[in-house]
């Protein structure tokens, strides 16, 4: 059988991975280990806060190496993961179908997404666990006529204990994560080298024959029929450049920021996060601890379960790259300015809650959705291929994105990944 390279095992990886495994004998190189979610109390980094010893995001792999900080000279901290699953397991299990971007430029993905709603669990049946304050937020929003919706999850609400933790890795096994493409894909036959870092795709006359990764301090050649990369928005362009593929410098990230106050007995930071949705034309507004304000932004006062916050989710203008040293990604002058919306926004929310505007205070920006380096084109709806790339040589996420969604992306990702890797079986098996 014909040998297929999966490089990353995230949203899009462990899809494409699956897709392929059985008309292709699949390996998946992964730049981290196995997952494993935090399992110690946070009552250790709530103590370091107290005593004003904790300084900077990137101290979180230190007590969570699963988490990859980067952070740009204007401060916007990127988080993504770097192990199994990629960033799925870091999230908070948002599932909505983003794909009209794609849809215009000829892209129908309806038969994927149907799909996948067969093999995740997908729900909206949680809201008998909201707490009372965010059933108060609802109100107010329903009220402003902001038709809010309770968030689809990937997730099993029987087994969700509200904990708040989602970004730290479930530990009840409720929210589903895409470990688990990657283990059906194991289970065919497919093969996981974990702790091996692509560096760069090997090709000639158009053609690649491999790929040059570290794994355990040696740099080794795997030979390959079919190659899909899957590193991620910030990963797969710094392989595609390193193998003299110029990408796009259209990055966009989704930036974060949380608007927030006191408030007695909120618990959100015991809650099961984003809980329901408003939409905008730029930025979508939801209930959400942002636990990275709360440790590392003075701002966020202790104790956790007595700060009630709305995040803020922009859909940036995709202006930006990264390269193999750093991330080059600013605010444009219409990025800020509909960020200034966006909190206005929120404070009126919370006004009508009863907050008084001195008492609002906001988050650290931070961005966990990077893509669009190597966006998809119109000509390119039919074979999923960029002419860039060597003819057996695919691309299987988040950097296919045309542009910035400002909402949850994995479900699309994961639509799209099987696609590419459906194209790739026309093509090459
Ligand atoms: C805190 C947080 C919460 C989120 N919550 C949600 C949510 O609720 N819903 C949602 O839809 N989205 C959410 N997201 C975003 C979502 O998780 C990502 O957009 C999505 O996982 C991106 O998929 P991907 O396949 O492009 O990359 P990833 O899932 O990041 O996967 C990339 C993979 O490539 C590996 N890799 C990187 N470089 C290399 C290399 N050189 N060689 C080998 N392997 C490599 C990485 O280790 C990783 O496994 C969240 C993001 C964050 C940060
Ligand atoms: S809130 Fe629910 S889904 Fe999230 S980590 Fe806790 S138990 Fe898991």
Redesign the pocket.
């Known amino acids: 059988m014909k040998k297929a390279i999966v490089?990353?095992?995230?949203?899009?990886?462990a899809t494409v991975a699956k897709e392929l495994q059985g008309s292709f004998d699949v390996t998946v190189?992964?730049?981290?280990r196995e997952f494993q979610p935090l399992t110690r109390s946070l009552k250790v980094p709530e103590r370091l806060k107290r005593m004003k010893l904790l300084f900077d995001e990137m101290e979180i792999p230190l007590f969570f190496p699963a988490m990859r900080i980067q952070k740009t000279p204007d401060r916007m901290v990127h988080?993504?993961?770097?192990?199994?699953?990629?960033?799925?397991p870091?999230?908070?299990?948002?599932?909505?179908r983003m794909d009209h971007d794609l849809k215009k430029m000829g892209i129908h993905l309806d038969a994927e997404f149907e799909e996948l709603s067969r093999q995740i669990p997908i729900t909206t049946a949680h809201r008998s666990k909201w707490r009372e304050t965010t059933n108060r937020l609802y109100e107010v929003c329903r009220d402003m006529g902001l038709n809010p919706w309770p968030m689809p999850k990937m997730a099993d609400p029987g087994l969700c204990q509200g904990c708040g933790r989602?970004?730290f890795g479930c530990l009840s096994g409720a929210k589903w994560d895409?470990r688990k493409f990657l283990r059906d894909a194991l289970a065919q036959g497919a093969r996981l080298i974990t702790e091996?870092?692509?560096?760069e795709i090997v090709s000639q006359n158009g053609r690649a024959s491999g790929v040059k990764?570290r794994t355990r301090g040696r740099m080794k050649f795997f030979p390959a029929d079919l190659i899909v990369l899957?590193?991620?928005?910030l990963?797969t362009p710094?392989?595609l450049q390193a193998s003299g593929i110029p990408c796009e410098p259209r990055l966009f990230v989704d930036p974060v920021l949380c608007v927030a106050t006191g408030w007695i007995g909120a618990w959100q930071n015991r809650e099961i996060p984003?809980p329901f949705v408003v939409q905008k034309e730029h930025y979508i507004v939801s209930p959400y601890f942002d636990h990275l304000s709360y440790f590392f932004n003075r701002r966020w006062k202790a104790p956790a379960r007595n700060i009630l916050s709305l995040m803020i989710k922009l859909a940036d203008t995709n202006l930006g790259q990264v390269t193999r040293r750093r991330i080059q990604k600013t605010l444009t002058p219409e990025d800020k300015d509909r960020l200034k919306h966006a909190v206005d926004f929120c404070a009126e929310i919370l006004r009508r809650l009863g907050v008084k505007k001195e008492d609002i205070f906001t988050g650290t920006i931070n961005a966990?959705?990077?893509?669009g380096m190597l966006p998809l084109t119109r000509e390119e709806a039919e074979t999923l291929h960029s002419p860039r790339l060597p003819e057996n040589v695919y691309v299987?996420?988040?950097?296919l994105l045309p542009g910035p969604l400002g909402n949850?992306?994995?479900?699309t990702?994961m639509a799209l990944?099987r696609r590419v890797g459906r194209a790739a079986k026309i093509a090459h098996s």
Do not use: F, Q, W, Y
């Open positions: 490089v990353g095992s995230g949203a899009g990886g190189l992964e730049a981290g988080v993504r993961g770097i192990g199994t699953g990629g960033t799925t870091l999230g908070t299990a948002n599932a909505l989602c970004i895409s091996c870092a692509v560096k990764a899957a590193a991620g928005g990963g710094v392989i984003m966990g959705h990077p893509g299987a996420d988040a950097s949850p992306p994995s479900l990702i990944a």
